[in-house]
């Protein structure tokens, strides 16, 4: 599968934190944080550069993204090469190269927005490596029995000397998976964990809500992610002055990763 199909899929649980850390409303106190125009890039390798703006919702506004920002001058260098980005949807500016983007590199994206400079940076991280499931297939109790449910079953592994931030994501594929048990049913067959810094993750009895087979993707990020993912900032105009951000006069997220895959198979005793 595409690198950019399952991609698609992690960014989605991201959205919904993002975009309730960029609505607010007006106070005589924060009128110049209303103004800042929202930032939301990921940058992968071998993919195409996209770069949304928008303009920040109000609290009961229920659309996905706030009014698009067009007619904008962005540019992303990579500190060797300076590339400008065309329009090629309201608020959605792209290059479409993907040798563009690549490992090992810093990329700085600056516009112009109401006569105010806007800029981000990120580091692009390498890929994940020596990413290892200690079986293929995970075997599900056939009697959960709450007494053993922090024994390990089954251990996902992956270098990190340098105590890098990375997320697991178990993604179902199948079309109607059946769930394991009826006290889960609330729970969503495909799911992700944010492992920290760690290299490991430990699969217990109770890991999985559905059987089925699931791709196993590792994402290795970078802590400006990893700080509006973990950021529980409540749609209230008195908490929305921190909010996590790594762009400059304005907010949202201009971040860079890189994944690996693999795939499992969860499956009764």
């Not at 934190?17 to 071998?46: H, Q, R, W």
């Not at 810094?197 to 990020?221: C, D, E, K, T």
């Not at 992610?225 to 921190?242: E, F, H, K, M």
Request: proline share 4%; with cysteine; charged share 15%.
């Amino acid at each position: 599968m595409e690198i950019k199909t399952y991609t698609n899929y992690i960014l989605l649980s991201l959205v919904a934190v993002l975009f309730a850390l960029t609505s607010c409303k007006k106070s005589s106190s924060d009128i110049l944080l209303t103004n800042k125009p929202v930032v939301e890039a990921y940058l992968i390798p071998g993919q195409n550069l996209s770069v949304k703006v928008y303009q920040q919702k109000a609290l009961t506004d229920t659309a996905t993204y706030g009014a698009a920002l067009t007619g904008l001058s962005i540019s992303v260098s990579d500190d060797s090469k300076t590339v400008k980005l065309t329009e090629s949807a309201s608020g959605t500016y792209t290059y479409a190269d993907g040798t563009f983007i690549t490992n090992g590199k810093t990329y700085t994206m600056q516009f112009t927005y109401d006569g105010v400079i806007v800029s981000a940076a990120t580091i692009m991280p390498g890929k994940p490596q020596n990413f290892k499931l200690s079986d293929s297939v995970f075997h599900v109790p056939s009697s959960i029995n709450p007494l053993y449910a922090d024994v390990v079953r089954g251990t996902i592994t992956w270098d990190n000397p340098d105590s890098l931030y990375h997320l697991l994501v178990f993604k179902n594929l199948d079309n109607d998976p059946f769930y394991i048990s009826y006290i889960r049913t609330n729970n969503k067959p495909s799911f992700q964990i944010n492992t920290e810094q760690a290299a490991y993750h430990n699969l217990v009895q109770s890991s999985f809500n559905y059987y089925g087979h699931y791709q196993v993707i590792l994402m290795r990020v970078n802590k400006e992610y990893i700080n509006i993912l973990t950021t529980n900032i409540s749609r209230d105009s008195q908490a929305l002055v921190n909010e996590p951000t790594n762009v400059t006069n304005g907010l949202g997220i201009f971040t860079a990763m890189q994944t690996d895959t693999l795939t499992l198979r969860v499956t009764t005793e």
